[in-house]
């Protein structure tokens, strides 16, 4: 029997268990709002309008994608709802690009050749909580960025208020250059062309003329030409040409102060510049770059900045990310915007890491801190594979002392039970019903047979433990029953046997699956 006369039959106007990942499945578009959720759910997602932090760790297909993207539709909906206490999300799931530049600076460092005998796993532990900390601040703030520019993304970015340009313009001038600078240091337009979106930002923020060059370099050249005038006109017209003399060597002497101003200035924003880039790894920007927005601002705006690479004896460089964090928030408040919400996932993705655990382990560790999980308006929501757990258990007493996960929200394993799956797959069927049918009249056990019982689809589905696992046992088992029935067959219900024969099939492959013999 064809798979699709199967689902026709039962008004269905597609197969429900086909789609395995979260972010390419069509049904799971339609069913986000729904509250099919892990039970967990709600603890994960706390407040949407005071963020604060989860830890969750779940076995791969448990569902740690699909909470990401119910947590993101949630705080969409809130946003749309409010407009004076919203909430900027974040994804931080493309660790690729943040690790990439990481890596290849550590490397550039160490020297290609040093570098390219170092094991990954020796090279990942050199990624500090810093690096995250800017990574998750140019997140943030290019989003903003966006939104006062006007540029449309294609996935869910800041919505500030009609008037948001006019609000800029008539921020205090401590919060407008608190903005730019944030956009000096973090902001990472995806298409590139960071000196003109600069341009924009600084000119939407009313900070002031925009020199071609600095003004001491321009008093300089002004200084010389005055000087070359005055001193050529002495030979012209020979009248009071000591005057004249006297004049020129004046304004050469101006010259020549300006040229130190604007040499000492030089000096001073090279070293600056220098400094933030040797600290500064997870974002993409070139020296030339940085110096000449440093220069665009006034050398007073410069000053008493918590500029990253100023550690000293009493902090550390993450005290200068906390203190930029503090600002941002400032600055989203006049938004509208009460917190950041920022949704790690996909950790164990990116190509250097390959789904080893060790490699995700020195990417992790370094963001559970209680200081970094707890700030307040922000909320970390850590999605993290299972196989970090047996690591996480060998830790110290001390390290779990810093890290207080019994203050974030902590979910040792994302678990669903038998009931719940059931429940979710029925939901999924209502999903594709094509309304010949009342939805209610839709079930699980609509497909099988009279025999076969809740009790035991529920029992079935407690053994594949996961969504992922009883989609794909459910797939499994209505393609068996096609592939025995003929086409010209009125058989549309699966029979008990059929679904014990595919049952025990599944609960090998799940066991040779976690003894590592065997793919997912």
Known sequence: MNLERFFTHHGLSENPFRAEEARHDSVFDRLIRSSQQHPDFEKVLGRVDRPSAAVVLGEKGSGKTAMRLQIAERVVRHNHESTDARTLLVAYDDFNPVLDRILARHSAAMGFRRAGKTPPEKMLEKIRLVDHQDAILSLAVTRLNDALLGVTTSDTGAVLPEDAQKRARKLPRSTRVDWALLSLLYDQPRSGGTAPRWAQIYDKLKLGWRAPMSVSRAGAIGFLVAAALLYGAGFLWKQDAAFLTIMAGVSLAGSLVMWGFWLFRQLRVWK???RILADVLSVDRTPGELRSMLFDMRAGDLVDRPWPGQASAATDNSDSRYRWTHRLLAVLRTMGYQGVMVLVDRVDEPQVVSGRADRMKPIVWPMLENKFLQQEGVGMKLLLPLELRPLLRRESADFFQGARLDKQAFVERLEWSGATLFDLCTARLRACSTGEKPAGEISLTSLFTQDVTRDLLVDALDQ???????????????????????????????????LESVRRQQANRLEEFHRGQSPA
Do not use: G, N, W
């Open 272 to 274: 600056l510049a220098k």
């Open 464 to 498: 594949m433990k996961q969504p992922r696992d009883a989609f794909k046992f459910l797939y499994a088992v209505i393609q068996e029953h096609c592939r025995m029935v003929p086409e010209e067959s009125e058989a549309f219900r699966v029979p008990r046997t059929v």
